[in-house]
Nanobody
């Protein structure tokens, strides 16, 4: 079993920055794809970014490309999402997730096996 715990969410003004972190425990996740998703009220959960086991491959949703950066530290079992130039439309609950299958890097939530509880990000205009 894998446990994922997100942190770092909060309230920020448009144009500001936040850094989300996700700590994984329970199993060695070094070989797994890790991703970030978000869900705004009344909307479906959507892909934000993912990263392969070595950190050499990353993929971003068009809506966050150039503003967000995903990274991971396998030694610490963590994955981060640095969010810059935040916009009100980035407001959502952000979730960390793990895909055990690999090596493809899926963007659909159904491919991910484990999820954190989420952390709220609110961007005011």
């Amino acid at each position: 079993q894998v446990q994922l715990v997100e942190s770092g969410g909060g309230l920020v003004q448009a144009g500001g920055s936040l850094r989300l972190s996700c700590v994984a425990s329970g199993r060695n996740l070094d070989d797994y794809i890790m991703g970030w998703f978000r869900q705004a009220p009344g909307k479906e959960r959507e892909f934000v970014a993912n990263i392969n086991w070595s950190g050499t491959n990353t993929y971003y949703a068009d809506s966050v490309k150039g503003r967000f950066t995903i990274s991971r530290d396998n030694g610490l079992g963590t994955v981060h999402l640095q969010m810059n130039s935040l916009k009100p439309e980035d407001t959502a609950v952000y979730y960390c997730a793990v895909d055990q299958a690999g090596p493809l890097m899926p963007t659909e939530p159904t491919y991910y096996d484990y999820w954190g509880q989420g952390t709220q990000v609110t961007v005011s205009s």
